[in-house]
Structure formats: structure tokens, C-alpha cells
């Protein structure tokens, strides 16, 4: 899937706020191999399902799930941008 030009600004400009340990290669939406997420309750919980994702610096392991704080795919997510 690509990213709609109008969505291209923003998250670039996401990106240049963070430091990501993966460079962003887990959340593009234009990567088909992106790193799977399930959605509990909305955009608030982002349980990431790679089993790299325990020591990215974005992450907060809670009992067996591990969730993501990464704000690249918090807006993926609101925007409907993940396949």
C-alpha cells in the first residue's frame, strides 16, 4: 500500500522527532514486510506481534503482549494507512 501524498509530510515530520532503533523500516506502510500490529480498544493500544519489538525503545512489554508507543504507527493507524 502507498501512502497517499497528503500523509507523506506528517510522517516525515513524525520521524524526525523520534529516534527509532529500526529507522522506521517496521511501520512503512510502503514495505510489505512491515512488522504485524493487532489494535486493542482503537488507536490507544498497539500490541506489536514481532518478537523483536520486547527491546525496541518505543515498546512497553506488559504480562505476554508487548505495546507500542511509536507515534509513526499511532498515525498509520488513525489514518487507516496499515494493510
Not at 4 to 27: A, D, K, L, N, Y
Not at 38 to 47: F, K, M, N, P
Request: one cysteine or more; aromatic letters at 4%.
Amino acid at each position: 500500500m502507498r501512502v497517499p501524498v497528503e500523509h507523506e509530510t506528517e510522517i516525515r515530520r513524525i520521524i524526525s522527532t523520534i529516534q527509532c532503533p529500526w529507522r522506521g523500516e517496521c511501520c512503512d506502510p510502503s514495505v510489505a514486510r512491515h512488522v504485524p500490529i493487532h489494535c486493542r480498544g482503537g488507536t490507544d493500544l498497539i500490541e506489536c506481534q514481532d518478537k523483536r519489538g520486547c527491546i525496541c525503545r518505543l515498546a512497553v512489554p506488559f504480562g505476554c503482549s508487548v505495546f507500542c508507543r511509536c507515534p509513526v504507527r499511532k498515525y498509520l493507524v488513525e489514518n487507516d494507512l496499515l494493510q
